[in-house]
Protein backbone atom coordinates (compact mmCIF):
# COMPACT_ATOMS: atom_id res chain seq x y z
CA UNK A 1 0.00 0.00 0.00
CA UNK A 2 3.08 2.35 0.90
CA UNK A 3 4.67 1.84 -2.28
CA UNK A 4 1.36 2.09 -4.72
CA UNK A 5 1.14 5.47 -2.71
CA UNK A 6 4.59 5.97 -3.31
CA UNK A 7 4.26 5.26 -7.01
CA UNK A 8 1.39 8.12 -7.52
CA UNK A 9 3.24 10.73 -5.96
CA UNK A 10 6.45 10.22 -7.73
CA UNK A 11 4.79 10.14 -11.17
CA UNK A 12 1.98 11.66 -11.46
CA UNK A 13 1.96 14.49 -9.65
CA UNK A 14 3.40 16.33 -12.81
CA UNK A 15 1.38 17.30 -15.85
CA UNK A 16 2.01 14.77 -18.54
CA UNK A 17 2.52 17.03 -21.26
CA UNK A 18 2.56 14.57 -24.46
CA UNK A 19 -0.14 13.42 -26.83
CA UNK A 20 -2.50 10.80 -25.62
CA UNK A 21 -1.64 7.17 -26.21
CA UNK A 22 -4.73 6.23 -27.75
CA UNK A 23 -4.06 8.74 -30.27
CA UNK A 24 -1.52 6.80 -32.08
CA UNK A 25 -0.58 3.46 -33.50
CA UNK A 26 -3.76 2.20 -33.82
CA UNK A 27 -3.66 1.14 -37.09
CA UNK A 28 -4.64 -2.11 -38.14
CA UNK A 29 -1.86 -4.61 -38.78
CA UNK A 30 0.67 -2.67 -36.48
CA UNK A 31 -0.63 -3.49 -33.09
CA UNK A 32 0.03 -6.90 -31.49
CA UNK A 33 -3.05 -8.57 -31.83
CA UNK A 34 -2.52 -11.19 -29.32
CA UNK A 35 -4.23 -13.23 -26.63
CA UNK A 36 -4.48 -11.92 -23.42
CA UNK A 37 -2.17 -15.07 -22.41
CA UNK A 38 0.35 -14.93 -24.93
CA UNK A 39 4.02 -14.36 -24.20
CA UNK A 40 6.10 -11.99 -26.53
CA UNK A 41 9.64 -12.63 -27.20
CA UNK A 42 11.80 -9.69 -29.43
CA UNK A 43 14.70 -11.10 -30.72
CA UNK A 44 17.73 -10.04 -32.07
CA UNK A 45 19.94 -12.05 -34.27
CA UNK A 46 23.17 -11.20 -35.39
CA UNK A 47 26.50 -12.42 -36.79
CA UNK A 48 29.57 -13.08 -34.48
CA UNK A 49 31.16 -10.65 -36.46
CA UNK A 50 28.72 -7.93 -36.28
CA UNK A 51 25.64 -7.11 -38.47
CA UNK A 52 21.94 -8.08 -37.98
CA UNK A 53 21.10 -11.43 -39.42
CA UNK A 54 17.65 -10.52 -41.86
CA UNK A 55 15.12 -12.55 -43.71
CA UNK A 56 14.57 -15.39 -41.34
CA UNK A 57 11.05 -17.45 -41.25
CA UNK A 58 8.97 -17.98 -38.90
CA UNK A 59 10.06 -21.73 -39.10
CA UNK A 60 14.04 -20.87 -38.41
CA UNK A 61 12.93 -19.96 -35.12
CA UNK A 62 12.39 -22.22 -32.26
CA UNK A 63 11.02 -21.41 -28.29
CA UNK A 64 11.40 -23.63 -25.04
CA UNK A 65 9.96 -22.78 -21.83
CA UNK A 66 11.11 -24.61 -19.02
CA UNK A 67 12.83 -26.81 -21.38
CA UNK A 68 9.52 -27.75 -23.35
CA UNK A 69 8.67 -26.51 -27.18
CA UNK A 70 6.43 -23.74 -27.36
CA UNK A 71 4.39 -23.27 -30.67
CA UNK A 72 5.04 -19.97 -32.08
CA UNK A 73 1.50 -18.26 -32.82
CA UNK A 74 3.07 -14.84 -33.66
CA UNK A 75 5.62 -14.04 -35.66
CA UNK A 76 6.94 -10.26 -37.37
CA UNK A 77 10.60 -10.16 -38.99
CA UNK A 78 10.18 -6.44 -39.07
CA UNK A 79 10.52 -3.99 -36.22
CA UNK A 80 7.15 -3.32 -34.63
CA UNK A 81 5.87 0.00 -33.66
CA UNK A 82 7.68 0.35 -30.41
CA UNK A 83 6.46 2.00 -26.68
CA UNK A 84 9.85 3.66 -25.39
CA UNK A 85 10.37 5.27 -22.20
CA UNK A 86 13.39 7.25 -21.83
CA UNK A 87 14.19 7.28 -18.57
CA UNK A 88 17.19 10.50 -18.19
CA UNK A 89 19.40 10.68 -14.91
CA UNK A 90 18.77 14.88 -13.53
CA UNK A 91 21.42 14.62 -10.46
CA UNK A 92 24.15 16.92 -9.86
CA UNK A 93 26.80 14.61 -11.73
CA UNK A 94 25.14 15.14 -15.17
CA UNK A 95 25.06 18.93 -14.38
CA UNK A 96 28.09 19.80 -17.08
CA UNK A 97 26.57 17.23 -19.69
CA UNK A 98 22.60 18.14 -19.73
CA UNK A 99 23.12 20.19 -22.98
CA UNK A 100 24.68 17.81 -24.62
CA UNK A 101 22.07 15.07 -23.23
CA UNK A 102 19.39 17.02 -24.44
CA UNK A 103 20.63 17.78 -27.73
CA UNK A 104 20.99 13.84 -28.80
CA UNK A 105 17.75 13.24 -26.77
CA UNK A 106 15.90 15.44 -28.54
CA UNK A 107 17.46 13.93 -32.02
CA UNK A 108 16.50 10.43 -30.75
CA UNK A 109 12.71 11.44 -30.69
CA UNK A 110 12.74 13.24 -33.73
CA UNK A 111 14.04 10.85 -35.84
CA UNK A 112 11.30 7.73 -34.38
CA UNK A 113 9.07 6.42 -36.93
CA UNK A 114 5.34 8.29 -36.54
CA UNK A 115 3.68 4.95 -35.07
CA UNK A 116 6.35 4.70 -32.62
CA UNK A 117 4.93 6.44 -29.14
CA UNK A 118 7.78 7.84 -26.56
CA UNK A 119 7.26 9.60 -23.19
CA UNK A 120 10.35 11.13 -20.80
CA UNK A 121 11.07 10.68 -17.11
CA UNK A 122 13.62 12.25 -15.11
CA UNK A 123 15.20 11.27 -11.99
CA UNK A 124 17.29 12.67 -9.16
CA UNK A 125 16.05 13.40 -5.84
CA UNK A 126 12.48 12.76 -7.22
CA UNK A 127 10.98 10.80 -9.71
CA UNK A 128 9.13 12.70 -12.47
CA UNK A 129 7.29 12.09 -15.57
CA UNK A 130 7.97 15.01 -17.66
CA UNK A 131 6.02 13.29 -20.95
CA UNK A 132 3.56 11.20 -21.15
CA UNK A 133 3.30 8.44 -24.11
CA UNK A 134 2.75 10.65 -27.60
CA UNK A 135 4.43 10.60 -30.88
CA UNK A 136 4.76 14.72 -31.12
CA UNK A 137 8.01 16.06 -30.67
CA UNK A 138 7.37 19.63 -31.04
CA UNK A 139 7.64 20.27 -27.01
CA UNK A 140 10.93 18.16 -26.08
CA UNK A 141 13.38 20.82 -26.61
CA UNK A 142 11.28 23.20 -24.24
CA UNK A 143 10.59 20.32 -21.39
CA UNK A 144 14.47 19.13 -21.64
CA UNK A 145 15.31 22.59 -20.88
CA UNK A 146 13.06 23.07 -18.19
CA UNK A 147 14.86 20.17 -15.86
CA UNK A 148 17.46 20.87 -13.23
CA UNK A 149 20.06 18.43 -12.91
CA UNK A 150 20.95 18.76 -8.97
CA UNK A 151 20.66 16.20 -6.05
CA UNK A 152 20.92 12.50 -5.48
CA UNK A 153 20.02 9.69 -7.71
CA UNK A 154 16.83 7.43 -7.67
CA UNK A 155 17.64 4.60 -10.00
CA UNK A 156 15.70 1.57 -8.66
CA UNK A 157 12.55 3.97 -7.79
CA UNK A 158 12.56 5.14 -11.69
CA UNK A 159 12.77 1.97 -13.13
CA UNK A 160 10.16 0.52 -10.79
CA UNK A 161 7.87 3.29 -11.28
CA UNK A 162 7.96 3.35 -14.87
CA UNK A 163 7.19 -0.30 -15.35
CA UNK A 164 4.81 -0.68 -12.60
CA UNK A 165 2.70 2.40 -13.77
CA UNK A 166 4.05 3.62 -16.83
CA UNK A 167 4.10 0.66 -19.15
CA UNK A 168 0.76 -0.36 -17.23
CA UNK A 169 -1.78 -1.65 -19.79
CA UNK A 170 0.38 -1.78 -22.59
CA UNK A 171 0.61 -4.71 -25.04
CA UNK A 172 2.77 -3.20 -27.91
CA UNK A 173 6.25 -3.85 -27.87
CA UNK A 174 8.34 -1.89 -24.76
CA UNK A 175 11.75 -0.75 -24.05
CA UNK A 176 13.39 1.72 -21.94
CA UNK A 177 16.65 3.66 -22.39
CA UNK A 178 18.24 4.73 -19.11
CA UNK A 179 21.18 6.25 -18.56
CA UNK A 180 22.78 6.03 -15.09
CA UNK A 181 25.72 5.49 -13.42
CA UNK A 182 24.18 2.87 -11.55
CA UNK A 183 25.44 4.01 -8.36
CA UNK A 184 22.21 4.73 -6.68
CA UNK A 185 22.15 6.32 -3.29
CA UNK A 186 18.47 7.22 -1.92
CA UNK A 187 15.61 4.81 -3.41
CA UNK A 188 12.88 3.55 -1.69
CA UNK A 189 12.73 0.65 -3.35
CA UNK A 190 15.59 -1.98 -3.59
CA UNK A 191 17.18 -3.47 -6.50
CA UNK A 192 15.70 -6.84 -6.68
CA UNK A 193 12.20 -5.47 -6.42
CA UNK A 194 12.88 -2.91 -9.32
CA UNK A 195 14.55 -6.00 -11.35
CA UNK A 196 11.38 -7.99 -10.82
CA UNK A 197 9.06 -5.16 -11.59
CA UNK A 198 11.29 -4.39 -14.88
CA UNK A 199 11.34 -8.39 -15.80
CA UNK A 200 7.17 -8.34 -15.09
CA UNK A 201 6.71 -5.48 -17.85
CA UNK A 202 8.42 -7.09 -20.30
CA UNK A 203 10.07 -4.04 -21.58
CA UNK A 204 13.50 -4.35 -22.99
CA UNK A 205 15.91 -2.12 -21.08
CA UNK A 206 18.56 -0.26 -22.74
CA UNK A 207 21.16 0.81 -20.18
CA UNK A 208 23.57 4.21 -21.40
CA UNK A 209 26.07 4.05 -18.85
CA UNK A 210 28.13 6.08 -16.82
CA UNK A 211 30.09 4.40 -14.45
CA UNK A 212 33.58 4.97 -16.49
CA UNK A 213 33.07 8.53 -16.56
CA UNK A 214 31.99 8.67 -13.02
CA UNK A 215 35.04 5.91 -11.81
CA UNK A 216 37.40 8.43 -13.74
CA UNK A 217 36.13 11.69 -11.98
CA UNK A 218 35.52 10.12 -8.13
CA UNK A 219 37.74 7.14 -8.10
CA UNK A 220 39.69 8.82 -5.10
CA UNK A 221 36.76 9.25 -3.06
CA UNK A 222 34.89 5.59 -3.88
CA UNK A 223 35.97 2.15 -3.24
CA UNK A 224 36.48 0.18 -6.70
CA UNK A 225 34.43 -2.26 -5.86
CA UNK A 226 31.40 -0.50 -5.68
CA UNK A 227 32.38 0.79 -9.59
CA UNK A 228 32.75 -3.00 -9.85
CA UNK A 229 28.90 -3.66 -8.78
CA UNK A 230 27.14 -0.86 -10.73
CA UNK A 231 28.64 -2.35 -13.36
CA UNK A 232 27.54 -5.54 -12.91
CA UNK A 233 23.98 -4.41 -11.31
CA UNK A 234 23.27 -2.61 -15.22
CA UNK A 235 24.14 -5.62 -16.76
CA UNK A 236 22.19 -8.04 -15.27
CA UNK A 237 18.97 -5.79 -15.39
CA UNK A 238 19.77 -5.32 -19.14
CA UNK A 239 20.65 -8.74 -19.65
CA UNK A 240 16.87 -10.21 -17.83
CA UNK A 241 15.15 -7.86 -19.58
CA UNK A 242 16.51 -8.62 -23.11
CA UNK A 243 18.23 -5.74 -23.66
CA UNK A 244 22.22 -4.60 -22.97
CA UNK A 245 24.39 -1.72 -21.66
CA UNK A 246 26.12 0.33 -24.19
CA UNK A 247 29.51 2.41 -23.06
CA UNK A 248 30.27 5.70 -24.43
CA UNK A 249 33.59 6.98 -24.07
CA UNK A 250 31.74 10.14 -23.86
CA UNK A 251 28.37 12.15 -23.71
CA UNK A 252 29.50 13.15 -26.99
CA UNK A 253 29.10 9.91 -28.48
CA UNK A 254 25.45 9.44 -27.16
CA UNK A 255 24.11 10.53 -30.03
CA UNK A 256 25.43 7.05 -31.91
CA UNK A 257 24.55 5.37 -28.76
CA UNK A 258 20.75 6.25 -29.25
CA UNK A 259 21.18 5.49 -32.91
CA UNK A 260 22.63 1.92 -32.35
CA UNK A 261 19.24 1.23 -29.61
CA UNK A 262 17.22 2.65 -32.58
CA UNK A 263 18.85 -0.23 -35.26
CA UNK A 264 18.56 -2.92 -32.63
CA UNK A 265 14.69 -2.11 -32.39
CA UNK A 266 14.27 -1.64 -36.12
CA UNK A 267 15.70 -5.14 -36.82
CA UNK A 268 14.05 -7.43 -33.85
CA UNK A 269 11.83 -10.32 -34.97
CA UNK A 270 9.11 -11.05 -32.42
CA UNK A 271 7.63 -14.41 -31.54
CA UNK A 272 4.54 -14.62 -29.71
CA UNK A 273 3.50 -18.03 -28.26
CA UNK A 274 0.65 -19.14 -26.14
CA UNK A 275 2.08 -21.19 -23.07
CA UNK A 276 1.76 -24.78 -22.58
CA UNK A 277 1.83 -24.65 -19.34
CA UNK A 278 -1.72 -23.44 -18.15
CA UNK A 279 -0.87 -23.10 -14.70
CA UNK A 280 -1.42 -19.88 -12.92
CA UNK A 281 0.99 -19.76 -10.28
CA UNK A 282 2.81 -16.15 -11.06
CA UNK A 283 6.01 -18.35 -10.81
CA UNK A 284 9.28 -17.11 -13.19
CA UNK A 285 9.48 -19.62 -16.10
CA UNK A 286 12.46 -19.78 -18.55
CA UNK A 287 12.93 -19.09 -22.46
CA UNK A 288 15.15 -20.09 -24.48
CA UNK A 289 15.16 -19.42 -28.13
CA UNK A 290 16.97 -21.53 -31.42
CA UNK A 291 17.59 -20.13 -34.35
CA UNK A 292 18.32 -22.43 -37.44
CA UNK A 293 21.04 -20.27 -39.15
CA UNK A 294 24.29 -21.53 -38.69
CA UNK A 295 27.12 -19.25 -36.64
CA UNK A 296 24.96 -16.72 -34.70
CA UNK A 297 24.58 -14.35 -31.51
CA UNK A 298 20.96 -14.64 -29.90
CA UNK A 299 20.03 -12.00 -27.56
CA UNK A 300 16.18 -12.19 -26.26
CA UNK A 301 15.20 -12.34 -22.79
CA UNK A 302 15.63 -15.31 -20.58
CA UNK A 303 12.55 -15.56 -19.00
CA UNK A 304 9.00 -14.20 -17.53
CA UNK A 305 6.70 -14.11 -15.04
CA UNK A 306 3.72 -16.97 -15.39
CA UNK A 307 -0.07 -15.07 -14.65
CA UNK A 308 -1.13 -15.53 -11.12
CA UNK A 309 -5.24 -16.77 -10.27
CA UNK A 310 -5.93 -13.55 -11.54
CA UNK A 311 -4.63 -14.18 -14.96
CA UNK A 312 -2.34 -10.65 -14.61
CA UNK A 313 1.13 -10.99 -15.35
CA UNK A 314 2.92 -7.65 -14.61
CA UNK A 315 1.60 -7.24 -11.55
CA UNK A 316 1.18 -9.22 -8.02
Not at 114 to 125: A, G, I, M, R, Y
Amino acid sequence: MILGVFSAVLLWSQQPSGQPASDVGEQEGYKIRAEVNMVTVPVTVRLPEGGFVKGLTQSSFQILEDGEPQEITFFAQEGLPTRIAIVLDASGSVVHEWGTIRYATKRFIEHLKPEDQFSLVSFNTEVRLKMDWGSKADRVDAVLTSIYCKGTTRLWDAIWVTCRDLFKGISDKKAMIIMSDGMDNESMVSYDNAMQEAIRSEAAIYVVSKTEAVRQAYERYIPQEAFVQADLVLRKLAYETGGRVLYPINFGQLGDIYAQVDEELRNQYTLGYVSSNTIKDGSYRQITVGVKAGDVVISARPGYYAPDARGVRSTR
